[in-house]
């Protein structure tokens, strides 16, 4: 692990992580890293995971739906599949996914709701 990083903040990250987007994902990701990828990949389990997601101030299921409409409005629709089925096991009904993608609808336009229901409807098998 890189020397700027606590371990403990990764360590934390890293269940984080694994309970939210499962660890058969997580564990696939870290193997695939290589000398150039992996720093990030680090940081990333120790920022995002440790540190926004580590506390108890928000709970992981709100946290998860915050994500969904902040990835949605960014567009960036590979992680907000990855995302969509982390909410799911953050316990995020597939009547709660529908809201957010109204509100990303509203404010982001149709086009981003489509995209964002169109993966939603992989991710809840309803292709």
């Known amino acids: ?50 540190f926004g997601w580590g506390d108890d101030v928000i709970d992981a299921k709100t946290r ?19 995302h969509c089925k982390g909410a799911i096991n953050n316990g995020v009904s597939p009547e709660e996914i529908r809201a957010i993608i109204h509100v990303i609808g509203i404010y982001c336009g149709v086009p981003q709701a489509l995209e964002c229901f169109r993966v939603a409807r992989k991710v809840l098998g309803h292709t």
């Open 1 to 50: 692990m890189a020397d700027i990083f606590d371990e403990d903040l990764f360590l934390k990250g890293l269940e984080q992580r694994k309970n939210t987007l499962g660890a058969e994902y997580v564990e696939k990701n870290l193997a695939a890293a290589d000398d150039f990828t992996r720093p990030f990949q680090e940081a990333m389990t120790a920022w995002c995971w440790g």
């Open 64 to 82: 998860s739906m915050m994500n969904l409409s902040m990835i949605g409005a960014l567009g960036k629709m590979h992680e907000w599949e990855i």
